[in-house]
C-alpha cells in the first residue's frame, strides 16, 4: 500500500464524510487510529451484509480530528466532479490508457497464478502415475513377455508443459476491467479555497480527541449504549477496554445513569469511562482549549 498524498481529501457526500481510498483508510488507522465503519457492499457479492468494504464512513468527530491535526480536508464531491467537464480530452484518453494498462497488468498475474497452480497439480498427477508404472513392472517380475512400452510420466508430463505454453503463446491476454475508487486522478487534487469548513460536532468532540490523543482506537458505541468504545490497540487485535460517556463540567447528572453505566461495564468486562471538558463551552475560549483540558474517571464494580 502506498503512502497517500497529505492533505487527504474527505467526500462529503449527502451529509456523509466518506473515503474512497484504501490507501487512505490504510493509511489513516496504522498511523492515526482511525477506524471508521465500511458501509460499501462488495462487487462479487453485492447482496451480502456481513463483510462490507470501501467506502469508508467517518464520524464527524474523526473527520474534525484529522482535519483540526492537518492530515486531512473535506471536499464537496458534488462540485469537485463538476470540473470533470473541464477535463481535456487527451486528459481523458491518457487516464483511460492507465486504466487499461493496470487492467492488463492485473490479467497477467492471474494467468500467470492460474498457470502455477495448474503446473502443481500436474506435477501431482505425473508424480502418482509414474508410482504407478513402477509398481506394474515389479508386478510383472519375471515374466516371458516384455511388456509393451509406454509413454513415460516425464515424458507426457514434458508434452503437456510444451502444449500449455503454446497455448499460453498463442492466445491473447484480455485487460481486466478496472473501477477507480477515487477522483484524485483524473481531477487534480483540491486547493485550500475548495476545501469545506471543519465539520461540526457533538459537545463529545473534546473527550473523543483526549482519548484519541492517548493513544486509544475509538470506534462509535451504540451496541454498547454508550457513546464511544475505546480499544488499546487496533479492534481486530485487542478487546475494548471502556464504555466512554461525555458530560460537560457542570452538567447534572442522574446517579442512576452512572450505576447503570458501571453495572454495564462491569457485565461485558469493560470499564465504564465518564470524562469532559474542565471548562464550561461558554467559559473557554476556543475549542482547541476544551479539548487541551480534559479529565476523565473511571468506574468498575469489583464485586461482579
Not at 446517579?255 to 473557554?284: C, D, H, Q, S, Y
Request: with cysteine; charged share 25%.
Amino acid at each position: 500500500m502506498g503512502t497517500p498524498t497529505i492533505p487527504i481529501p474527505i467526500s462529503y457526500v449527502s451529509g456523509r464524510y466518506l473515503l474512497f481510498s484504501i490507501d487512505a483508510v490504510t493509511y489513516l488507522r496504522r498511523e492515526h487510529h482511525i477506524c471508521g465503519v465500511l458501509i460499501g457492499t462488495l462487487p462479487q457479492i453485492p447482496q451480502q451484509n456481513v463483510f462490507l468494504g470501501l467506502p469508508l464512513e467517518l464520524m464527524p468527530e474523526e473527520a474534525r480530528l484529522l482535519v483540526d491535526k492537518g492530515v486531512a480536508c473535506i471536499v464537496d464531491e458534488t462540485k469537485a466532479h463538476d470540473s470533470m467537464k473541464s477535463l481535456l480530452e487527451e486528459d481523458r484518453r491518457q487516464y483511460l490508457r492507465e486504466l487499461d494498462s493496470q487492467g492488463l497488468n492485473a490479467s497477467r498475474k492471474l494467468s500467470d497464478r492460474k498457470g502455477q497452480q495448474r503446473e502443481q497439480v500436474l506435477k501431482k498427477l505425473d508424480e502418482k502415475a509414474k508410482a504407478k508404472a513402477i509398481k506394474a513392472l515389479e508386478n510383472e517380475g519375471e515374466a516371458d513377455t516384455p511388456p509393451t512400452p509406454t509413454p513415460t510420466p516425464s515424458v507426457l508430463g514434458e508434452e503437456r508443459s510444451s502444449s500449455r505454453s503454446s497455448n499460453r503463446t498463442s492466445g491473447h491476454t484480455m485487460a481486466m476491467g478496472v473501477t477507480p475508487t477515487t477522483s484524485y486522478p483524473p481531477l487534480a487534487q483540491p486547493t485550500s479555497s475548495q476545501h469545506l469548513p471543519p465539520p461540526n460536532v457533538p459537545l463529545s468532540y473534546p473527550l473523543f480527541a483526549h482519548l484519541s490523543s492517548r493513544g486509544y482506537f475509538l470506534s462509535p458505541g451504540l451496541r454498547f449504549g454508550c457513546q464511544y468504545v475505546a480499544y488499546p490497540g487496533d479492534p481486530l487485535r485487542f478487546h475494548a477496554h471502556f464504555l466512554c460517556v461525555s458530560a460537560e463540567w457542570d452538567e447534572e447528572i442522574d446517579l442512576m445513569a452512572i450505576v447503570n453505566g458501571g453495572r454495564l461495564g462491569t457485565g461485558v468486562k469493560k470499564g465504564f469511562l465518564l470524562g469532559g471538558p474542565e471548562k464550561p463551552r461558554a467559559e473557554a475560549e476556543s475549542e482547541a482549549e476544551r479539548v487541551e483540558n480534559v479529565r476523565t474517571f473511571s468506574i468498575e464494580w469489583a464485586g461482579m
